[in-house]
């Protein structure tokens, strides 16, 4: 039987580093939601594709294959045969993606497409409305938050460790503008479950805090 955990929340809130913890400790593929929306924008970007242009969405969505290579290990994410796993986290791409995210057409392909990636299978997924709207009959979800300014400081040194350089400055406009654009659309926006157990991460280590998880799913699993 299939057992799905959604991990949703804003902006950095460290829901990608925890998703792929908890995943390698109780063996859950781990699919990143957010990496979906990275590739569709990135493929924009690159055919100069505007918001407006529906008719050349449609046919870019048409066309898109997406696939994410490592299971329970640091994902590679692939875009058409092509590896982006460092082009999609760059500034570009994060200053275009709520506004993509918020198309229609964009979120009904890429819905049917995490519907049927997690299809049978055991699976930690993590994006914005994974328990509201992608599983809102998951087996455990989760909504992870932390203040705006803990989680532009986890964005300048996540992206460190990728060698891509970010200011505080800029990392916090980026992560109020999201925060504000994934919640207030109007299609699947970004808001914790009524049933979801949210967790105010700013205060905890990455250890209590995948400690916490692992607890909440096992005894679930469990019951
Ligand atoms: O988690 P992330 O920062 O990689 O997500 C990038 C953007 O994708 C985010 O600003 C909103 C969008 N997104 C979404 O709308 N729904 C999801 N399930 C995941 C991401």
């Known amino acids: 039987m299939a057992f799905i955990v959604a991990i949703d929340g804003p902006a950095g809130s460290g829901k990608g580093t925890i998703t792929k913890l908890v995943g390698e400790k109780l063996g859950l593929i781990n699919i990143d939601t957010g990496a979906m929306f990275r590739c569709v924008t990135l493929e924009?970007?690159?055919?100069?594709?505007?918001?407006?242009?529906?008719?050349?969405?449609?046919e870019l969505l048409d066309k898109i294959n997406i696939d994410m290579v490592g299971g329970q290990q640091e994902l590679q994410i692939f875009l058409n045969g092509e590896d982006v796993s460092k082009k999609i986290r760059e500034k570009e791409v994060n200053d275009f993606v709520s506004s993509v995210s918020t198309l229609k057409v964009v979120r009904e392909k890429l819905l049917g497409l995490q519907r049927k990636i997690a299809e049978g299978k055991n699976v930690i997924m993590e994006g914005r409305d994974i328990g509201t709207v992608v599983f809102p009959n998951a087996d455990v979800k989760i909504y992870?938050?932390?203040?705006?300014?803990?989680?532009?400081?986890?964005?300048?040194?996540?992206?460190?460790?990728?060698?891509?350089?970010?200011?505080?400055?800029?990392?916090?406009?980026?992560?109020?503008?999201?925060?504000?654009?994934?919640?207030?659309?109007?299609?699947?926006?970004?808001?914790?479950?009524?049933?979801?157990?949210?967790?105010?991460?700013?205060?905890?280590?990455?250890?209590?805090?995948?400690?916490?998880?692992?607890?909440?799913?096992?005894?679930v699993k469990n019951k």
């Open 44 to 58: 924009m970007l690159k055919k100069n594709i505007r918001i407006d242009e529906e008719e050349k969405i449609k």
């Open 144 to 219: 992870l938050d932390a203040t705006p300014e803990e989680r532009a400081i986890r964005r300048v040194k996540q992206n460190m460790e990728k060698g891509i350089t970010t200011s505080y400055e800029e990392a916090l406009q980026n992560v109020k503008k999201r925060d504000e654009i994934d919640s207030k659309r109007e299609i699947a926006p970004l808001k914790k479950a009524k049933d979801a157990i949210y967790i105010n991460s700013t205060e905890l280590t990455i250890e209590d805090e995948v400690r916490r998880i692992v607890d909440i799913i096992e005894k």
